[in-house]
């Protein structure tokens, strides 16, 4: 059984920084793709960051050039560095993971909260 859990939310004043961490448990290989997601009240869940099992990666235009995304295939995991935080950060942060013709799998989401 897939299982995938985040980890380092917070609070943290506007101009920090965070670092969140996301591990995929109960496969044997390598995620196709793992990303991080947010969702801020009253707001429909949006991609932040994607990146494959390559290393190609993605960003949403709002978090490029503060956010890094990384990842170690063989321990399946991802972790999102998050610079220069602004209050519109402020969301519950879920981590994806998908493998290929098997599946996709969701954390249970950790909150960030961006104080100005």
């Known amino acids: 059984q897939v299982q995938v859990v985040e980890s380092g939310g917070g609070l943290v004043q506007a101009g920090g920084s965070l670092r969140l961490s996301c591990a995929a448990s109960?496969?044997?290989?390598?995620?196709?793709?793992m990303g991080w997601y947010r969702q801020a009240p009253g707001k429909q869940r949006e991609s932040v960051a994607g990146?494959?099992?390559?290393?190609?990666?993605n960003y949403a235009d709002s978090v490029k050039g503060r956010f890094t995304i990384l990842r170690d295939n063989a321990r399946n995991t991802v972790s999102l560095q998050m610079n220069s935080l602004k209050s519109e950060d402020t969301a519950v942060y879920y981590c994806?993971?998908?493998?290929?013709?098997?599946?996709?799998?969701w954390g249970q989401g950790t909150q960030v909260t961006v104080s100005s």
């Open positions: 990146i494959t099992s390559g290393g190609g990666t």
């Open positions: 994806k993971a998908d493998k290929y013709r098997l599946g996709t799998w």
């Open positions: 109960g496969i044997a290989s390598s995620m196709n793709y």
